[in-house]
């Protein structure tokens, strides 16, 4: 089974910074599009940004200019480093990728991280 593990979370002041990694490991053939969702206290999740392979970049208009999503193909990670954070960005974070597994029927199905709490509170 394919794993991601999400890291970097935690609990900062307003207009502060924090960086999330997401590694993905096992059974892993190739890897299409990568991404960040998140999901506040009584909301749906929502998408923040992805990535494809050739770097194709979607961000959630309400973080543009103020996060910036990366990859790191040659580690199966993706970042997204986060600045000027507000206090409505509050959520617990996941990570999502689409990943083709290196076992039979080498299917592309989309995979989730157990999520990171980040809090934006002084």
């Known amino acids: 089974q394919v794993e991601l593990v999400e890291s970097g979370g935690g609990l900062v002041q307003p207009g502060g910074s924090l960086r999330l990694s997401c590694a993905a490991s096992r059974n892993i053939f190739s890897i299409n599009t990568m991404g960040w969702y998140r999901q506040a206290p009584g909301k749906q999740r929502e998408l923040v940004a992805a990535i494809g392979n050739e770097a194709t970049i979607n961000y959630a208009d309400s973080v543009k200019g103020r996060f910036t999503i990366s990859r790191d193909s040659a580690k199966n990670t993706v970042y997204l480093q986060m600045n000027s954070l507000k206090s409505e960005d509050t959520a617990v974070y996941y990570c999502?990728?689409?990943?083709?597994?290196?076992?039979?029927?080498?299917?592309?199905?989309?995979?989730w991280g157990q999520g990171t709490q980040v809090t934006v509170s002084s």
């Open positions: 999502k990728a689409r990943v083709t597994t290196a076992y039979p029927p080498y299917l592309a199905s989309d995979y």
